[in-house]
């Protein structure tokens, strides 16, 4: 059992993001152990990064992509970007998997288990989105486009969805600047409903830390920015990923 | 335009939830025209009630089930119940499709859309839940079994996810005591994770009405009560149905 929580624990390390839905892969033979880069091809083929553009996403999808893709510099072969304050990253539909050690652990912990915005695999259907994240601004970008398994009203998004994504990207924004954490506090004022199959763009801001503590603000407007659909404030505590294996 | 307004509306009006998860169908002869009920009939098949038992519902769910169900009263034809405060919601995956001039509409507005909880048909692999609501009390229980692809932190359920039952719950509830209405404000504490593959039990209580507003509290907690995981505040506003056909 203390092993397996050592590499857990390693696995989370590498981490970018925990609680929320973008994980990326660590497998460079240089962090990894030959054994674990073995046992990681055996289980895994190359993962699917459900952030990359698909044939359901429509122009303006596309056109934002391209606007913020064009300022990321290209990926070394570590994985690293240095030079452009923006980075994408990269999403799995697994929390676990694709972590040293996590191929192992899955298969304990949930094998059939699957990341919740990226659980349907027809494009378009659900969540498509990606996130874009500046590390000098400490700011983060989504761009999201609703499928239309995500109804709540009629021809509107749920409002558990668009929680769903405030989550995901402030998530995954917290876990970028303090390593991993999870939600305390969620608290969202829905102020225009959002048409289902529509494109917005996720806005995620660092109000401050304190400690344990990362205060992240989030809106989500339309793409031309003249209308706010949601705003939120978003409370992150740091943990020792060990109690989430001993039960919360 | 109009025409299409008023049938909307008029199916708005009969609806148990709106901007939430459980709708009733109301497809009694004694409230629709009878060309209505012919075009229902035949593209509607008799839905599936979602929220009875499957399968994949495990010793906990059917103990919960059973529990509040023995203490609702069968329904009557007109699909009303009398005498017991408990009643038992059914549960659809169309918003729009079994209201009143709904199959019309909803050939319009998203012929494929899907309600967000209900989107996916694998029993167990989601959103099991079931909604009772006890007139009475102004209360309303929710058992809720999280499948494997409501996964956020390894092993546990997304917040998100957390945050759409709540979100389904309280406006079911909201909707119940004061007819259409939005989701304005959803402030949510996480105090505990809830491991994947747990059944929890989700407490919606009344705080309030004050004219157009309607106040909801919200605990999600184990089945035997002894641990919190969750608890909420939630603001819901009256709405005029008409206003999200005209975008809100």
Redesign the interface.
Known sequence: MARMLRR?RKGFQSLTS???ATIQPNLSASESSRSEVALLSFFSPKPRDFSLPNSSWGSEMMRLYDHYNSQCEAETEGGQTQGSPWQRLPSYN???KYAPG?VY??KI??S??????R??REPGA?FEYALFVNKGEKKCVCIFQAG?????????V????I??????VT?THATFLSGPI?????????R??I???STVLIESSLDTQEGRKTFISCKVMSTDGSKLHTEATVLFVSINVSH??R??
Do not use: C
């Open positions: 857990l925990f609680s929320a697994r929390s676990l996590g652990l899955s912990v949930q059939k288990a699957r990341l919740f915005t659980n349907i659900a239309w398994l995500l109804e709540g009203p009629p021809g509107h749920h409002g558990g969805a929680a769903t994504m405030i989550d995901t998530g999870m939600t305390a506090n969620l608290n969202i004022a829905y225009s409903p048409p289902l199959g989430l294996v039960g919360g």
